[in-house]
């Protein structure tokens, strides 16, 4: 069974910092990323690492997160600094099975709620 169990949201002021962790289980997952979606707003990618380690961040994230992944474990981490109100939103983690058929998998989604 393939799982994705995220954990590490919360409340937090702004400017703080917090760190989400993704622990992936059943498969190999080559590209993994988090998701986020706020209410009333539809999901969008927040950031993306390949199994070789390249990155890749939406604008408004950049320069304040950091995603990071450790293949041993399976688990990747979403490193969240200078938060902002407009942060607020379930994150997502997601991860692309590396054995064919491709598939993307989800995990049940962590609350992160930044107060002004």
């Known amino acids: 069974q393939v799982q994705l169990v995220e954990s590490g949201g919360g409340l937090v002021q702004a400017g703080g910092s917090l760190r989400l962790s993704c622990a992936a289980s059943g498969t190999i997952f080559s590209t993994m990323g988090w998701y986020r979606q706020a209410p009333g707003k539809q999901r969008e990618s927040v950031a993306s690492?390949?199994?070789?380690?390249?990155?890749d961040y939406a604008d408004s994230v950049k320069g304040r997160f950091t995603i990071s992944r450790d293949n041993a474990k399976n688990t990747v981490y979403l490193q969240m600094d200078s938060l902002k109100p407009e942060d607020t939103a379930v994150y997502y983690c997601?991860?692309?099975?590396?054995?064919?058929?491709?598939?993307?998998?989800w995990g049940q989604g962590t609350q992160v709620t930044v107060s002004s």
């Open positions: 997601t991860g692309r099975r590396s054995i064919l058929p491709a598939r993307d998998y």
């Open positions: 690492i390949t199994s070789g380690g390249r990155t």
